[in-house]
Nanobody, 120 residues
């Protein structure tokens, strides 16, 4: 099926930057939306940013102006450039895609998550 592998997480000081990457593999006929979500301790998973197949983007209010989502369709990858990081950005970040896996079925898929920790 579809596998998503995130990378790029780590520990960074407030004000710093990180670039997350997510690579999709497996049986994929096409990819529609791709996105990044995060789950902070004690909180529900929330949308950070999404990018459509036409490259339209949507950001959470907390991410606007600081984060940039992009995609490379040839490589089946999605990226999240995170600048001006704040301690409240600390969370496990998950890659998500909506993919057509056959002529008749599409589904949502999640990566394993990558930890982002922002120190004050």
């Amino acid at each position: 099926q579809v596998q998503l592998v995130e990378s790029g997480g780590g520990l960074v000081q407030a004000g710093g930057s990180l670039r997350l990457s997510c690579a999709a593999s497996g049986t994929i006929f096409s990819i529609n939306d791709m996105g990044w979500y995060r789950e902070a301790p004690g909180k529900q998973r929330e949308l950070v940013a999404r990018i459509s197949s036409g490259a339209g983007t949507m950001y959470a209010d907390s991410a606007k102006g600081r984060f940039t989502i992009s995609r490379d369709n040839a490589k089946k990858m999605v990226y999240l450039q995170m600048n001006s990081l704040k301690p409240e950005d600390t969370a496990v970040y998950y890659c998500n895609i909506w993919a057509q896996v056959s002529m008749f079925r599409g589904d949502s898929f999640w990566g394993q998550g990558t930890q982002v920790t922002v120190s004050s």
